[in-house]
């Protein structure tokens, strides 16, 4: 599939097959994915965790459960569940840049030396960044950075993926995570029972409320010749429509299948 | 187990469409799905009085003691919510029949409280073959 195919293709999944299981390499592929994300001073913060539910006791598996996630969550044979290693950085004390610097990522032509590492990227910045209040929260976005490509590239094997939060401090018990560590969202993945495009894109708000060009406030302009493009590329495709008798056939017949109420 | 008052007087029920909460629930059935909630399942009325016989409150009850006012905001009263899953599952159990019939009770119940605006995700219940 081309990569604005997969963008375009993409939905949150909340009807898997239960009994279809997920072949392992595929769950590889998205952990290698998600290693290759971009990431800010090349710390890594991304830590993933793959449970497979029938490893669970019930016990486990209804304790993480949220009220709002529990159906997609015992519905899902495999969960990849990530969490930002707070330590990292202290552990690490600069020596990632360091190997940036030497593959030539980072360069004096940009300031870069092994000395400004040692003498003031680490001590002056990163060990302070990590002692305030903000820490947890930008280190976090590089951890949802390497979920997107992990979950993109779900898309791109063809299996189905969805975005939930289950209950942190089960997961730390039942994973037996470090303390320093921080629960942050659950990729559920699984064969989709659902159509994949289940009726149609899901509705985002309008492009021109998004984003800005020069100052808040100033829509950045629409090309609709690109929107076009894109269209013909797959990434924007048909809107879902509301009360779409198609969808909701097909959400009747999953509720049946599944014993779910309507 | 059902629920008796402590009185031990079983609640005298209305007929069930006299409930401002199954008018919600049946407004919201037809808003989602469309059709005729009223009438286009002939079980969804008694499956729900049968519940109430069950545990021995009326429909309004019912979303009483799982819903809440607080700060003039609706809030779902996470205990009531708890108790009245565990209920629905007893009830379900007591049904006699299949195991698609069993669900379709359990589920009937679970749809009243959802369409008045109290989640209830309680996973697969059987379902079909």
């Known amino acids: 599939m081309e990569f604005k195919e997969v963008i375009g293709r993409r939905r949150s999944i909340r009807f898997f097959d239960p009994d279809r299981p997920v072949e392992r390499a595929k769950i590889q592929k998205m952990l290698e994915a998600a290693r290759l994300a971009s990431c800010a001073v090349n710390a890594h913060w991304a830590r993933a965790i793959v449970g497979f539910r029938d490893d669970l006791t019930e016990d486990q598996l209804n304790r993480l459960k949220t009220p709002v996630a529990g159906l997609n969550t015992e519905l899902a044979p495999v969960h990849i569940h990530f969490f930002n290693d707070l330590g990292v950085v202290n552990r690490i004390q600069g020596s990632r840049l360091k190997e940036l610097v030497d593959v030539g990522a980072l360069a004096p032509t940009h300031g870069w030396s092994h000395k400004f590492v040692d003498e003031f990227v680490y001590p002056q910045i990163l060990k302070p960044m990590t002692q305030g209040p903000g820490y947890p929260v930008m280190s976090s976005m590089d951890v949802g950075v390497a979920m997107c490509q992990a979950l993109l590239t779900g898309v791109d094997e063809g299996l189905g ?3 939930v939060t289950l209950n942190g401090a089960v997961l730390k018990e039942v994973f037996k995570t ?18 994949w495009d289940g009726g149609g894109q899901r509705p985002r708000p309008p492009f021109e409320e998004l984003y800005f060009e020069g100052e808040y406030g100033r829509p950045f302009p629409r090309d609709p010749a690109v929107v076009e493009e894109l269209k013909q590329a797959k990434m924007i ?3 879902a429509k509301p009360h779409d008798p198609k969808r909701i056939e097909e959400i009747k017949k999953l509720a049946e299948k599944y014993g779910l109420p309507m | 187990m059902s629920m008796a008052d402590s009185t031990g007087e079983r609640v005298e029920l209305r007929p069930m469409l006299e409930y401002a909460a199954v008018v919600t629930w049946l407004e919201g059935l037809k808003q989602h799905w469309g059709g005729d909630p009223a009438n286009d399942d002939p079980e969804r009325l008694p499956i729900l009085e049968a519940f109430c016989r069950f545990v ?9 003691e799982t819903t809440m006012l607080k700060d003039g905001e609706k809030r779902i009263r996470i205990k009531g919510r708890e108790r009245y899953a565990n209920l629905i599952n007893e009830f379900q159990d007591t049904v006699e029949g299949s195991r698609f019939k069993k669900g379709k009770w359990g589920n009937t119940v679970r749809s009243f409280l959802i369409h008045n605006g109290v989640l209830l995700a309680q996973g697969m219940q059987g379902g079909m073959e």
């Open chain 1, 161 to 163: 993926v969805g975005l």
């Open chain 1, 178 to 195: 470090p303390d320093d560590w921080i629960p942050l969202s659950t990729i559920l993945v699984g064969y989709p029972a659902e159509s």
């Open chain 1, 237 to 239: 495709q048909e809107p």
């Open chain 2, 56 to 64: 021995n409150r009326d429909p309004d009850q019912i979303i009483n």
